[in-house]
T-cell receptor, first 114, second 115 residues
Framework: AQTVTQSQPEMSVQEAETVTLSCTYD???????LFWYKQPPSRQMILVIR??????QNATENRFSVNFQKAAKSFSLKISDSQLGDAAMYFC???????????FGKGTRLSVIA | KAGVTQTPRYLIKTRGQQVTLSCSPI?????VSWYQQTPGQGLQFLFE???????NKGNFPGRFSGRQFSNSRSEMNVSTLELGDSALYLC??????????????FGPGTRLTVL
């Protein structure tokens, strides 16, 4: 079975600082996507960033970037210049083979301190 | 493009009743997946529909069912509600590429409370 592990239940960061959220996964698939979703108090699940496993270059989206280590099966999310609006639950997820469901980690609750 | 929409946003039911939730995917998206989110179990996959056919199913009892219409809109039904069915039900849609992997986009969810 596919598994996604987020070892940090809670994290906090000062406004304007940088924070890294950790995620490890286990899959036997050769091709897959990895995602970070953000779920603010509104509960809307918002796509933050995605990474195709076959791409060696780490994905970036504005202040969000990932550190994808395929051999180590690690997929961490770095948030730069943290803003109050970044406070949310962050979920790491894997889509192992395209037509199968997303497998989610337990989530990391991020607090941003003004 | 409009995002994924779910109706209703909130529901309160009593044990033994049944409930139907609706999901309208992003225009052009052909796959709809349903997830249940609870504090204890986290996010769990219910089922996925593509071209009006259930393509994948999670490990939920038969009280949970769904369907997809020709316009890709989907409904899920829960019969004989139990207290443990109280959860946020999330719907996600994706385009379904002929080759390659898809990205799922989520709706705002339906908060179901069973009393």
């Amino acid at each position: 079975a596919q598994t996604v592990t987020q070892s940090q239940p809670e994290m906090s960061v000062q406004e304007a600082e940088t924070v890294t959220l950790s995620c490890t996964y286990d899959t036997s698939e050769s091709d897959y996507y990895l995602f970070w979703y953000k779920q603010p108090p509104s509960r809307q699940m918002i796509l933050v960033i995605r990474q195709e496993a076959y791409k060696q270059q780490n994905a970036t989206e504005n202040r969000f970037s990932v550190n994808f280590q395929k051999a180590a099966k690690s997929f961490s999310l770095k948030i730069s210049d943290s803003q109050l609006g970044d406070a949310a639950m962050y979920f790491c997820a894997s889509n192992p083979s395209g037509n199968t469901p997303l497998v989610f980690g337990k989530g990391t609750r991020l607090s941003v301190i003004a | 493009k409009a995002g994924v929409t779910q109706t209703p946003r909130y529901l309160i039911k009593t044990r033994g009743q049944q409930v139907t939730l609706s999901c309208s995917p992003i225009s052009g998206h052909r796959s709809v997946s349903w997830y249940q989110q609870t504090p204890g179990q986290g996010l769990q996959f219910l089922f996925e529909y593509f071209s009006e056919t259930q393509r994948n199913k999670g490990n939920f009892p038969g009280r949970f069912s769904g369907r997809q219409f020709s316009n890709s809109r989907s409904e899920m039904n829960v019969s004989t509600l139990e207290l443990g069915d109280s959860a946020l039900y999330l719907c996600a849609s994706s385009f379904v590429l002929a080759i390659g992997l898809d990205t799922q986009y989520f709706g705002p969810g339906t908060r179901l409370t069973v009393l």
